[in-house]
């Protein structure tokens, strides 16, 4: 009967051992967490070994890349390492050695890509100005994704990429796509964060590799400057005025508008006023010629003021004092 009893627990505990290893349906007891989960070339990963089966603290725990140890101790759950260079990839395996149970294994892989954005404010900037187009309130921009991304080695084209772009944590579903590496904004900022955070995840077709990258796009107040105008060189656009001076009979100059998503009909609305009265014949133009009226000396102030008449939130307004030397 004793021999009878001990049978009977063998045949009970004997697959116990055996199913805790590998359990055909259920989800590998230990799996590794990789933190970033996207990275991109050189950046440090950590990974930690993790289960909801067994204490990993208390598992001989062997970590390997491509093959080669790099750590390996009881509790040893975290391993921290560089990603490889761009069309590369390491294979990190995980084999967890646990006490009376027996030996789990994991595996990730890092293949590292990125993804840079490029915003560009669809706005009015004077000729051969060398700096950027500012995003004015109420203006449209577009952010073009320039992502790296290899598969087996080779680059892939960004053109058969899959693009997931969010605008404020919001997945943009009507603008993400195969091949839509381009984000066209409406024209509508939120205002209660000052701008826009334009999110993206570059992905290969199959998922396989994925990167993600995003760009806060801010607007600006749009601006109007005051430049002199020569009747040699045309707008001397290398320097706005605030101050000037009129030695001779007359002096010309041109109020340029900064960051105005429609330049035309924002010019076509500019107001000229001398010394607080508006100056008639020049609505409208953007260079205004003063013709002095005597030979004594003075000074006056020239504002030049301009409100879009199709974005309400474009406007701006510039002054310049003029110093009138007296002519002998």
Not at 121 to 138: N, R
Not at 157 to 185: C, E
């Amino acid at each position: 009967m004793k021999i009878f009893r001990f049978f009977l627990l063998s045949v009970f505990f004997l697959p116990l051992i055996s199913f805790a290893q590998s359990i055909p349906g259920i989800a590998n007891p230990v799996s590794i967490d990789m933190s970033p989960t996207n990275p991109a070339p050189g950046d440090t990963v950590v990974l930690t070994a993790n289960s909801s089966s067994f204490d990993v603290n208390s598992a001989l725990i062997t970590w390997t890349s491509n093959g080669k140890i790099i750590s390996q101790g009881n509790g040893a759950k975290t391993v921290t390492l560089s990603a490889p260079a761009l069309g590369a990839k390491s294979v990190i395996d995980l084999s967890a050695q646990v006490p009376s149970l027996g030996t789990f294994t994991a595996s990730e892989t890092i293949s590292p890509a990125l993804v840079n954005l490029i915003w560009e404010a669809q706005t009015s900037v004077p000729p051969f100005y060398e700096g950027k187009a500012l995003l004015g309130w109420g203006a449209t921009y577009k952010v073009v994704a320039v992502p790296e991304v290899s598969e087996n080695g080779t680059i892939v084209n960004p053109s058969r990429l899959v693009y997931t772009w969010s605008k404020n944590y919001s997945v943009d579903a009507g603008k993400s796509g195969y091949g839509k590496n381009t984000y066209q904004s409406d024209g509508s900022i939120n205002y209660t964060r000052g701008g826009d955070l334009i999110g993206l995840t570059v992905a290969t077709q199959d998922g396989s590799v994925s990167t993600e990258g995003s760009i806060t796009v801010s607007p600006v107040t749009p601006s109007l400057l005051i430049y002199l105008e020569s009747p040699l060189y045309g707008v001397m656009y290398n320097e706005s005025l605030a101050e000037t001076s009129l030695s001779g009979d007359s002096i010309t100059l041109h109020a340029e508008p900064f960051f105005f998503s429609d330049v035309t009909s924002a010019t076509g609305a500019l107001v000229w006023n001398m010394n607080g009265s508006a100056v008639s014949g020049f609505a409208g133009n953007p260079s205004i010629t003063l013709v002095r009226q005597d030979k004594n000396a003075g000074t006056s102030v020239l504002e030049a003021s301009i409100q879009s008449p199709t974005a309400l939130l474009q406007g701006g307004q510039e002054s310049v004092t003029i110093n009138i030397n007296a002519e002998k």
